[in-house]
């Protein structure tokens, strides 16, 4: 990715939530199609189990699945978080993903994009305040966690709707729940949805098993006029 091309310029997007670090699960992403790529440092992974290590243990992992070539977005932590020490090894990443409770400022100061991450619980008369914050992205991981992984319900759809009318900002939807492709038109149908971003609980923890989604997701995406 050359500087100054947006990775995150165009909808429909197709972004891999990687479950490990692992350049074999990013070469099976990027083959079957996906546009960008999410990984992760100082974080246990709810949805998939892993621990992910810091920026330092996970290094070489991350030059390697860098070296793949797809812009590639970091979870910089979540309890644990980098330190403003190591911004400059942020710059490399095509955007930084942290939940809006956590994400420190000095992130901001990375030079890529902050796509703020929204929780399920967070109160709904401050959405509309999001303006206060840089950018134009939000992750919108409305779920709770004990309907991770069950089949989609039609609140979603009414909680993303209503945080796309209030926050007016492009959303990324993580598959929390059980999305299928053959859903996504209904996702897309709200405005503000710009892209999907599969993880573990639709692609599994293998590269089979991510190479079969994405490619499954990637045609659901193609045949859509968006």
């Known amino acids: 990715m050359t500087r100054g091309t947006d990775p995150l310029g165009r909808r429909g997007l197709l972004i891999v939530s990687l479950p490990r670090n ?63 020490d190591e911004l ?63 089949h989609p319900a039609a609140g979603d759809l009414v909680a993303l709707a209503r945080l796309g009318a209030a926050a007016r900002r492009r959303m990324i939807v993580p598959t929390q729940r059980r999305v299928r492709p053959e859903d996504l038109p209904r996702y897309f149908a709200i405005p503000q949805v710009w892209a999907i971003m599969i993880g573990a609980v639709v692609t599994g923890r293998t590269a089979r098993g991510i190479g079969r989604a994405t490619e499954a997701f990637r045609r659901a995406l193609d045949a859509m006029a968006l």
């Open 88 to 150: 400059r090894r942020l710059r490399r990443f095509a955007f930084l993903d942290a939940y809006i409770t956590r994400l420190p400022l000095f992130l901001y100061d990375v030079g890529v994009p902050v796509v703020p991450a929204i929780p399920h619980d967070y109160p709904p008369e401050a959405l509309g305040a999001l303006a206060a914050l840089p950018g134009e992205w939000l992750e919108a991981a409305l779920v709770a966690p004990d309907g991770y992984g069950r």
């Open 22 to 84: 692992d350049v074999a699960l990013a070469r099976a992403a990027a083959s079957a199609g996906a546009d960008l790529l999410k990984v992760h440092v100082n974080v246990r992974h709810r949805a998939s189990g892993t621990r992910f290590g810091s920026l330092d243990e996970e290094g070489a992992a991350l030059e390697e699945i860098l070296a793949v070539g797809l812009p590639t977005g970091l979870v910089p932590g979540e309890d644990e978080m980098v330190s403003p």
